[in-house]
């Protein structure tokens, strides 16, 4: 089992920049794909981004260009690097641990982006 505590929502001015934390523990971290979804008031959960274990990204066409996802095995945390933060990047932010057939979630952290 792998436990998933994120950190690092704020409240931001549009333009302005965030970096959220995924700590992970409990499992082997690095055998791993990890992801960040998001999910807005009254919207679907959506991917944002994802590395895999080998360190291959892809992002949401939304972000690119903005958001940077990364990871560090040896501290058992993933990141997401947030930058020209857009009102509709609002949402509750969630980190996600899969290796088929398991998937963990975290709680999630509030990002809001408003002036």
């Known amino acids: 089992q792998v436990q998933l505590v994120e950190s690092g929502g704020d409240l931001v001015q549009p333009g302005g920049s965030l970096r959220l934390s995924c700590a992970a523990s409990g499992s082997i971290f690095s055998v791993y794909a990890v992801g960040w979804y998001r999910q807005a008031t009254g919207k679907q959960r959506e991917m944002v981004a994802t590395?895999?274990?080998?360190?291959?990204?892809k992002y949401a066409d939304s972000v690119k260009g903005r958001f940077i996802i990364s990871r560090d095995n040896a501290r058992r945390t993933a990141y997401l690097q947030m930058n020209s933060l857009k009102p509709e990047d609002t949402a509750v932010y969630y980190c996600?641990?899969?290796?088929?057939?398991?998937?963990?979630w975290g709680q999630g952290t509030q990002v809001t982006v408003s002036s």
């Open positions: 590395i895999t274990i080998s360190g291959i990204t």
């Open positions: 996600n641990a899969a290796r088929s057939p398991y998937e963990y």
